[in-house]
């Protein structure tokens, strides 16, 4: 089982600033891998595929990048929206499919 | 566009089965593949299993002996059951679409349920 882990488990920011999370694999995803944003309540929201490939409908002041075991998730300049759990999935190898613990993502 | 609603009892005995269905509406059931999740309170997300329209199934090593996934083509629906749960099992549900860039790699979830709360009593 490919395990997921991401840092930091908390990430404390205002309004504005940049904001850069990481996943890392256990062993190589290549790039099948996705991230996706979860608010208090709600189904988990899907925003990068491909490790690098926006959705539909997710604004360009988000993006992912990397490739093999390490991940970047990155939120240009950060809106009151974008203040979220925040989880990647690998899906190179299964089963299973392989989340990662999460980021909080919380207003400074 | 697509939905998916998630039904079921809100509510299971201890080492009863826990059975969910999960309905699809603005598209059809027969292509893609369909996944469950879940997600014990506070905690992280955890792949269950996915069914294809064809009936053929992939489960969490973790789940595998206590966990079956159907489709009903007819219906438009597919379906969860675990059984033999434990206050373990208490979690939320989500039932989601998977999508494959190619057929080398596996899913990543793009339509998603709303999820469904399901607790296990003693």
């Known amino acids: 089982e490919i395990v997921m882990t991401q840092s930091p488990a908390t990430l404390s920011l205002s309004p504005g600033e940049r904001a850069t999370l990481s996943c890392r694999a256990s062993?190589?995803?290549?790039?099948?891998l996705a991230w996706y944003q979860q608010k208090p309540g709600q189904a988990p929201r899907l925003l990068i595929y491909?490790?690098?490939t926006r959705a539909t409908g997710i604004p360009a002041r988000i993006s992912g990048s990397g490739s093999g075991t390490e991940f970047t998730l990155t939120i240009s300049s950060l809106q009151s929206e974008d203040f979220a759990f925040y989880y990647c999935?690998?899906?190179?190898?299964?089963?299973?499919?392989?989340f990662g613990q999460g980021t909080k993502l919380e207003i400074k | 566009q697509v939905q998916l609603q998630e039904s079921g009892p809100g509510l299971v005995r201890s080492s009863e089965t826990l059975s969910l269905t999960c309905t699809v509406s603005?598209?059809?059931?027969?292509?893609?593949?369909w996944s469950w999740i879940r997600q014990p309170p506070g905690k992280g997300l955890e792949w269950i299993g996915y069914?294809?329209?064809?009936?053929?199934?992939f489960y969490n090593p973790s789940l595998k002996s206590r966990v079956a996934i159907l489709v009903d083509t007819s219906k438009n629906q597919f379906s969860l059951k675990l059984s033999s749960v434990t206050a373990a099992d208490t979690a939320v549900y989500y039932c989601?679409?998977?999508?494959?860039?190619?057929?080398?790699?596996?899913?990543?979830?793009?339509?998603w349920g709303k999820g469904t709360t399901v607790t296990v009593s003693s």
């Open positions: 603005g598209g059809s059931v027969s292509t893609y593949y």
């Open positions: 069914v294809y329209y064809t009936g053929s199934t």
């Open positions: 062993q190589s995803v290549s790039s099948s």
């Open positions: 999935q690998q899906y190179h190898d299964w089963p299973p499919y392989t």
């Open positions: 491909g490790a690098s």
């Open positions: 989601a679409r998977g999508l494959r860039e190619n057929i080398l790699v596996g899913d990543y979830m793009d339509v």
